[in-house]
């Protein structure tokens, strides 16, 4: 092995033989390489990876199910309260003009000279039953005349008002809560006169005593007597 033989040159033999050696190591490193290669595959391969188990499977199932698409029905509170809504209709009428009594009052029958009278219209239900009736000040004119019947106040000479709105009275003598069987509407004065189409400058009445009249609904407002003090 160390000496060659033949008709070559020594240093040819020993180049073929160094080829070979060459050839084999590099045949030895790849198998090497690819070897461990095929290791490093294996070992990435995520383990418990293959056929499934059907029995291992959980038969929960997460996250929020879609919304149904058949419709929803009522709760029976919701049924109850809609019912009992439309099955009580409103039975209120009209008042008539002989089931209502309508006077005129002031708060107190004297006032002193720093204090200005409170005009009232009383309205109340005579009748057994109960029924609504118009109210405001665009339903009722106050009136106030001196002693000698002269008029020296009307709430329609000054700004006079349209507003109204439906209240209901129950009947006669019955109460519930805040709703009776009167209504009542007031207006302050101030002692000032006035005439129609409001002209300034009009002085105040004289002590004495005053009637107050009126209307209501074009009803006549019973006169009832007060007095102003110096």
């Given at each position: 092995?160390?000496?060659?033989?033949?008709?070559?040159?020594?240093?040819?033999?020993?180049?073929?033989?160094?080829?070979?050696?060459?050839?084999?190591?590099?045949?030895?490193?790849?198998?090497?390489?690819?070897?461990?290669?095929?290791?490093?595959?294996?070992?990435?391969?995520?383990?418990?990876?293959?056929?499934?188990?059907?029995?291992?499977?959980?038969?929960?199932?997460?996250?929020?199910?879609?919304?149904?698409?058949?419709?929803?029905?009522?709760?029976?509170?919701?049924?109850?309260?809609?019912?009992?809504?439309?099955?009580?209709?409103?039975?209120?009428?009209?008042?008539?003009?002989?089931?209502?009594?309508?006077t005129a009052a002031t708060d107190v029958p004297v006032y002193g000279p720093n204090a200005n009278p409170q005009l009232k219209v009383i309205v109340?239900?005579?009748?057994?039953?109960?029924?609504?009736?118009?109210?405001?000040?665009?339903?009722?004119t106050f009136v106030v005349r001196d002693a000698s019947g002269a008029q020296v106040y009307s709430s329609a000479d000054c700004a006079p008002s349209?507003?109204?709105?439906?209240?209901?009275?129950?009947?006669?003598?019955?109460?519930?809560?805040?709703?009776?069987?009167?209504?009542?509407?007031?207006?302050?004065?101030?002692?000032?006169?006035?005439?129609?189409?409001?002209?300034?400058?009009?002085?105040?009445?004289?002590?004495?005593?005053?009637?107050?009249?009126?209307?209501?609904?074009?009803?006549?407002?019973?006169?009832?007597?007060?007095?102003?003090?110096?």
């Amino acid at each position: 092995m160390l000496h060659p033989v033949g008709p070559e040159r020594r240093t040819t033999y020993w180049r073929r033989r160094l080829v070979v050696v060459l050839v084999l190591i590099a045949l030895v490193v790849a198998i090497t390489v690819l070897v461990r290669s095929l290791g490093s595959d294996a070992d990435a391969q995520p383990k418990g990876q293959g056929v499934i188990d059907p029995a291992a499977v959980s038969p929960t199932v997460t996250g929020t199910p879609p919304p149904s698409s058949a419709p929803a029905t009522p709760s029976p509170s919701t049924s109850t309260q809609t019912g009992a809504a439309t099955a009580t209709p409103s039975t209120s009428v009209a008042c008539s003009p002989a089931q209502l009594s309508v006077t005129a009052a002031t708060d107190v029958p004297v006032y002193g000279p720093n204090a200005n009278p409170q005009l009232k219209v009383i309205v109340q239900n005579t009748a057994g039953a109960g029924c609504e009736t118009r109210v405001g000040a665009g339903t009722r004119t106050f009136v106030v005349r001196d002693a000698s019947g002269a008029q020296v106040y009307s709430s329609a000479d000054c700004a006079p008002s349209t507003a109204a709105t439906t209240v209901g009275l129950l009947a006669k003598d019955q109460e519930q809560g805040d709703d009776s069987d009167t209504t009542v509407m007031t207006q302050k004065w101030s002692r000032e006169r006035s005439a129609p189409g409001c002209p300034t400058g009009l002085p105040a009445v004289e002590e004495g005593v005053y009637t107050l009249t009126g209307t209501w609904n074009d009803v006549p407002l019973t006169p009832v007597s007060f007095s102003l003090t110096g």
